[in-house]
């Protein structure tokens, strides 16, 4: 069983750069994959991307593709959605689930592990 917690949301001007954190722990961390899923008000949660802890293999929607990394620290035990030319359709609740698999699912009822949440708002 793995436990995540999301930190590092806020609000920032369309343009600007968040750095949303996942800290995960458990015993067994490395053997899981990081996802990070966003809901905006009104819409279906969405997959935004992943990571697999063991290979570093990572996957992406589109519309976050050149603008959005994920990356992992494994001392800290922590996964980070670096999030860059933030635009105001990225304003959502996001949240980063996990799986213990080396692929990386992008559908949200493949992941068993679910943090709070935290918002990311962007202004115009």
């Known amino acids: 069983q793995v436990q995540l917690v999301e930190s590092g949301g806020g609000l920032v001007q369309a343009g600007g750069s968040l750095r949303l954190s996942c800290a995960a722990s458990?015993?067994?961390?490395?053997?899981?994959?990081v996802g990070w899923f966003r809901q905006a008000p009104g819409k279906e949660r969405e997959f935004v991307g992943a990571i697999s802890w063991s290979t570093g293999n990572t996957a992406y929607v589109d519309s976050v593709k050149g603008r959005f990394t994920i990356s992992r620290d494994n001392a800290k035990s922590t996964v980070y959605l670096q999030m860059n030319s933030l635009k105001p359709e990225d304003t959502a609740v996001y949240y980063c689930?996990?799986?213990?698999?080396?692929?990386?699912?992008?559908?949200?009822?493949?992941?068993?592990?679910w943090g709070q949440g935290t918002q990311v708002t962007v202004s115009s």
């Open positions: 458990g015993r067994t961390v490395s053997r899981y994959t």
């Open positions: 689930a996990g799986r213990a698999t080396v692929f990386v699912p992008n559908t949200a009822n493949e992941y068993n592990y």
